[in-house]
């Protein structure tokens, strides 16, 4: 058990204040009812500052909501987390969060809380846009290079601690889990981001085992900070993460109530009456002044101008992420595109002509501009000398007549915001389906019968069961919520300019009966150790597209895999005639949490980007964590794809 101490010169500082100036540095700093009045017009348009005392000379903390970019202005809309998830890439997220916070300081920012890594149990959940997958090894790489990145600029906070991945059901759901399970699974990975040096967390709307997470002692007191040595602050989801008692959520490890002092500025007699201990207030003003000290350190203030944001260098960035984060499910040899074949292209559908950035929440980004599909895919062809039709889909006769008359078709189908997304009202929340709405498995049959060179697009946050027609067509890309330079890339990818580089983050299912239990509008329900690619081991089921699956352009040879140095070893050659990528991934045959079988678990990864008939050696560190099991070196959580390691 860790107890944190402030710096001497912080204590000092915090000694000084006066209890009401305490009570200050506790909550959002704007009213709550004109505040909240003007953010249901227009969310985060500028920063959301809490806890600044001028007169102290305490800045406070200046806020911007996030994860596919900064929320305030015209920014650079990323792809979301869940595509760059898909990418297998630290080293690629940490460019993102770096140029993400260059935006936010920009624009007057220096509080990101956009780094979210709440599990993906099910992939119904609404908001699986916003997080990277449904593995808690990823999820924390992943966390921890958004961490590292943004924070060379702003304070990082992480999010929503804990088990939040229900959307509809979110501010009254009870999860009800095993401590084994919770510590084991939905933990792991806030803690990698917390030894990152998160300099935040942010709890969840929903209850953990009867209690609210905004005022749950358990997970913010003896586990975060007692256990865990976080030394940063937490504050709560916004307007509704205070529930009960101020006091006690305050009591309880709560440091600041965002977005607004809505309930804890009625503390002011509670604490002049001993009721409020003034410790736990002075507490939570060192972590904040703690926090900003460490944050005034930073930066490369020369960067924070206004044309830093949505800036070409940060557009090349967004177009790097989609491709990285397409995932080839399917080709038989349709794509990418030849020339000397493909003349003309059908393209197909209203998605490909529309702006399908992701959802219009809390972290919708409003970018300067969207390329869409059929955009890119016109300046794409004109480069190949193949022309370029567009049909909406709306009559089938039309579609199908159009398909019929070209060489090949881009069909692009999926969801939207108002299929997914958080919920605010008759849009998004949770999937009502993880099939295709029937128009759209309509129109890909009609379109396929009459030409079988159909390469279907898919837009979405997170799996879709495709067993209705996936074999009627000759290509299946996952293009995810591809962000503003999304469709440039997707044009890149079909027609060879680009090789698609995304491996799933998460299993795609065959049936939906082989996913665990999921309810919206759920108010309790109990969250077991199985989910994802290690519930289809313990179930003997099969998915569709395994977890971290996704092909390539060209051929990869592996050869013999070995352990040495601490490291797992495999040389790779790429024996076609174009670039490839591949992901090399480390699997552990443990038990976790109350299942006592040992499964496979990812525990590393490593993405190999390959010249045409270049040979490297790629190397994936084996766990130190001092926890023993049989390793696996592969290209997927596939067995098919797995080979066992003499460790």
């Known amino acids: 058990m860790a107890t944190w101490e402030p710096p001497a010169d912080v204590a000092a500082r915090v000694g000084e204040l006066t209890d009401l100036e305490l009570l200050h540095l506790v909550g959002g700093d704007g009213p709550a009812l004109k505040g909240n009045l003007e953010m249901a017009k227009r969310y985060n348009?500028?920063?959301?500052?809490?806890?600044?005392?001028?007169?102290?000379?305490?800045?406070?903390?200046?806020?911007?909501?996030?994860?596919?970019?900064?929320?305030?202005?015209?920014?650079?809309?990323?792809?979301?987390?869940?595509?760059?998830?898909?990418?297998?890439?630290?080293?690629?997220?940490?460019?993102?969060?770096?140029?993400?916070?260059?935006?936010?300081?920009?624009?007057?920012?220096?509080?990101?809380?956009?780094?979210?890594?709440?599990?993906?149990?099910?992939?119904?959940?609404?908001?699986?846009?916003?997080?990277?997958?449904?593995?808690?090894?990823?999820?924390?790489?992943?966390?921890?290079?958004?961490?590292?990145?943004?924070?060379?600029?702003?304070?990082?906070?992480?999010?929503?601690?804990?088990?939040?991945?229900?959307?509809?059901?979110?501010?009254?759901?009870?999860?009800?889990?095993?401590?084994?399970?919770?510590?084991?699974?939905?933990?792991?990975?806030?803690?990698?981001?917390?030894?990152?040096?998160?300099?935040?967390?942010?709890?969840?709307?929903?209850?953990?085992?009867?209690?609210?997470?905004?005022?749950?002692?358990?997970?913010?007191?003896?586990?975060?900070?007692?256990?865990?040595?976080?030394?940063?602050?937490?504050?709560?989801?916004?307007?509704?993460?205070?529930?009960?008692?101020?006091?006690?959520?305050?009591?309880?490890?709560?440091?600041?109530?965002?977005?607004?002092?809505?309930?804890?500025?009625?503390?002011?007699?509670?604490?002049?009456?001993?009721?409020?201990?003034?410790?736990?207030?002075?507490?939570?003003?060192?972590?904040?002044?703690?926090?900003?000290?460490?944050?005034?350190?930073?930066?490369?203030?020369?960067?924070?101008?206004?044309?830093?944001?949505?800036?070409?260098?940060?557009?090349?960035?967004?177009?790097?992420?989609?491709?990285?984060?397409?995932?080839?499910?399917?080709?038989?040899?349709?794509?990418?595109?030849?020339?000397?074949?493909?003349?003309?292209?059908?393209?197909?559908?209203?998605?490909?002509?529309?702006?399908?950035?992701?959802?219009?929440?809390?972290?919708r980004v409003r970018a300067p501009e969207v390329v869409t599909l059929l955009d890119g895919l016109r300046v794409a062809a004109e480069r190949h000398g193949i022309t370029v039709e567009h049909h909406d889909g709306d009559d089938e006769d039309a579609c199908a007549e159009l398909a019929a008359r070209c060489d090949a078709v881009v069909l692009a189908v999926g969801n939207t915001f108002r299929d997914e997304g958080e919920w605010v009202g008759k849009d998004g929340g949770d999937r009502t389906r993880l099939t295709l709405r029937p128009v759209d498995e309509a129109l890909v049959w009609r379109v396929a019968r009459v030409n079988a060179c159909t390469a279907v697009v898919l837009y979405g946050g997170s799996a879709f069961v495709t067993e209705a027609w996936r074999t009627d067509v000759g290509a299946i890309l996952m293009a995810w919520y591809p962000g503003m330079e999304g469709g440039r890339a997707l044009a890149d990818v079909l027609v060879g300019d680009e090789v698609p580089g995304g491996r799933l983050p998460c299993t795609w299912p065959a049936d939906e009966r082989d996913l665990p239990r999921f309810k919206r509008f759920a108010r309790r329900i109990v969250y077991g150790p199985l989910h994802g690619y290690r519930k289809f081991e313990a179930d003997g089921a099969h998915p569709a597209f395994p977890f971290g699956f996704g092909l390539s352009y060209t051929t990869i040879e592996w050869g013999e895999p070995e352990v040495a140095g601490g490291e797992a070893r495999v040389t790779l050659s790429n024996t076609g005639d174009r670039p490839g990528v591949e992901v090399v991934q480390l699997y552990r045959s443990e038990a976790l949490g109350t299942e006592p079988r040992a499964l496979r678990t990812l525990r590393g990864f490593t993405k190999v980007r390959l010249a045409p008939g270049e040979t490297v050696t790629a190397a994936v560190p084996l766990p130190d964590d001092g926890r023993s099991g049989a390793l696996w070196l592969g290209a997927s959580s596939d067995p098919a794809d797995l080979v066992a390691l003499d460790a």
Not at 335 to 352: E, Q
């Open 45 to 363: 348009a500028t920063p959301i500052v809490a806890g600044r005392l001028p007169a102290r000379g305490i800045a406070g903390i200046a806020f911007t909501d996030g994860p596919r970019g900064v929320v305030m202005g015209r920014s650079t809309a990323f792809p979301v987390p869940m595509a760059r998830g898909a990418a297998f890439d630290p080293g690629l997220e940490e460019q993102i969060g770096d140029a993400i916070g260059v935006e936010a300081r920009a624009q007057g920012a220096d509080f990101f809380g956009g780094v979210c890594i709440n599990l993906l149990r099910h992939p119904a959940w609404g908001r699986a846009q916003e997080t990277y997958g449904e593995d808690s090894h990823l999820l924390g790489e992943m966390g921890a290079a958004l961490v590292r990145g943004t924070q060379r600029h702003v304070m990082a906070c992480i999010k929503h601690y804990a088990c939040n991945s229900m959307e509809n059901s979110r501010f009254w759901v009870d999860v009800r889990i095993d401590e084994a399970d919770l510590r084991d699974l939905y933990l792991p990975h806030f803690r990698r981001c917390v030894d990152e040096g998160a300099a935040s967390v942010m709890s969840a709307y929903n209850k953990v085992n009867g209690d609210w997470c905004g005022g749950h002692r358990h997970l913010l007191t003896e586990v975060l900070k007692d256990d865990w040595g976080f030394d940063g602050f937490v504050i709560s989801d916004f307007t509704f993460g205070v529930r009960g008692s101020a006091q006690a959520c305050l009591e309880a490890g709560l440091d600041v109530e965002m977005p607004f002092a809505w309930r804890v500025k009625r503390l002011g007699r509670a604490v002049r009456a001993g009721r409020l201990d003034r410790a736990r207030l002075r507490d939570a003003a060192a972590r904040l002044l703690h926090q900003q000290d460490r944050q005034a350190r930073r930066g490369e203030p020369a960067r924070y101008v206004s044309e830093a944001v949505a800036s070409p260098e940060h557009r090349a960035l967004a177009h790097r992420a989609a491709v990285d984060g397409t995932v080839l499910l399917q080709n038989d040899g349709l794509l990418p595109f030849d020339p000397a074949k493909v003349r003309s292209v059908a393209v197909v559908g209203k998605l490909a002509a529309i702006a399908n950035t992701g959802d219009l929440g809390s972290s």
